[in-house]
């Protein structure tokens, strides 16, 4: 069984930084393609960004691009995502997800495994 579990959610200032983690339990998790999606209050959950089994190749919304910086370690089986200059815009529960079937991919539907998501709250 695969378990996904985040952490390092909290609140910020705008323009300051946080650093979520992703722990990933279960078999064949490293050959996952991993991702980080959000979601808003009334919005619908939105991708953030991906990464490639072996973190070759990775893959960013416009929103975040050049802010957050997503990275995996395979021999630990852990996930990140280093969020820079965040906005208020930002705020929101963020996903870790995992694909089994899919490499660096933005739909939510191609992934089969969830995190319970971690709380991020900008502040401005």
């Known amino acids: 069984q695969v378990q996904l579990q985040e952490s390092g959610g909290g609140l910020v200032q705008a323009g300051g930084s946080l650093r979520l983690s992703c722990l990933a339990s279960g078999r064949a998790t490293q050959s996952y393609a991993m991702g980080w999606f959000r979601q808003s209050p009334g919005k619908d959950r939105e991708f953030v960004a991906s990464?490639?089994?072996?973190?070759?190749?990775?893959y960013y919304a416009d929103a975040v691009k050049g802010r957050f910086t997503i990275s995996r370690d395979t021999a630990k089986n852990t996930m990140g995502l280093q969020m820079n200059r965040l906005e208020s815009e930002d705020t929101a529960i963020y996903y870790c997800a995992g694909s089994a079937t899919h490499a660096l991919t933005e739909n939510s539907a191609n992934y089969q495994y969830w995190g319970q998501g971690t709380q991020v709250t900008v502040s401005s």
């Open positions: 990464i490639s089994r072996d973190a070759g190749s990775t």
